[in-house]
């Protein structure tokens, strides 16, 4: 974070953040998370079985906090079935130093010390009817139970969810909160993630979003990664200096890539990652990955809210050319 951010965030986030606790957030506009069992089939839409999401609660917030999760379940109307229900999916919580600013945590995958960290909690669901359609709550943790990060927004906590067995699709969605039974937001927190899985909207007229922030001129330019995207419309960059660049989708059970240079004006802002369903296809279920990097193969933070508001494009005024008399 450049020290720019680090000085207006605070600012930023009492603008702008005040309904980021939900994961996907209300901008982003993602129906839910998912994460398939280990015995999976990687062209159901999830390439490794695994989702890591960062909690940022900030500096001076000293209630207890608690991570909901809606449906952490398998079965039910919610989540994608195959054969018999048979998915166990463990969610872990994590906090103390070295949990969020691990490296390996910030790729996305069960590789490396990607679980570092103290265990605040963990527990693995199966197909409880009891959590299908419902909540389950993690906590009550002090927020000083998280690594403190002020650079990343105050104390981190981090959130594994790993599909340790079985092939259905688990989905599911969380939310910060400082109430036990109800979703009550933490003022000023917000989510972030490196690499994140989901489910796009089967309605075709519903657009999807995810919201990188661009820091500083370090950024030169950035390479997108998307994964089975089953060739489903179109993924379109918008800021406040482009209407809309597009980017490379991929196919069934495949990776694509491509990149864009970041413009001048877009340093300071967050890009709107917009995510156009075809209309004519109707896909259903259609589970994707997409993970962006700087030129240097550091992931880019995605954040439950845009930072600084969703960016508007404001066209060039067109001049109309005259003739010298
Ligand atoms: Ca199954
Ligand atoms: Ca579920
Ligand atoms: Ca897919």
New binding site residues.
Partial sequence: MSKLLRLILPLLLITFLSNAQPVPGEDENIPNLVTFGGDAETYWGDDNFCQIIFFAVPEGFNEPIYIRIF????GGK??EQQGEWNTRTRFSIYGGEGSCSNQDARDGNLDGDYDSGAMLDSKIFSDEAEYDLNWYTFGPYNPSEGEYLPDDGGYIFKVIVEGVSGDDG???RMYLSNAENTNHDVEGAFAYYFKYKFRLHDDVTQTSHIYPYINDPSTVYIKQSNFDWDNDGIILVRSVDRAGTTMIISKDDDWSHSNFKIREKEYHSSLDIRMVKNKNANIINNNVVIRLENQDGEGLKLYSVPIGGVPKYIPKPKHRSVKAQ
């Avoid at 449906?71 to 398998?74: H, I």
């Fill in positions: 449906d952490p379940s398998t919610n989540d688990n989905l599911y």
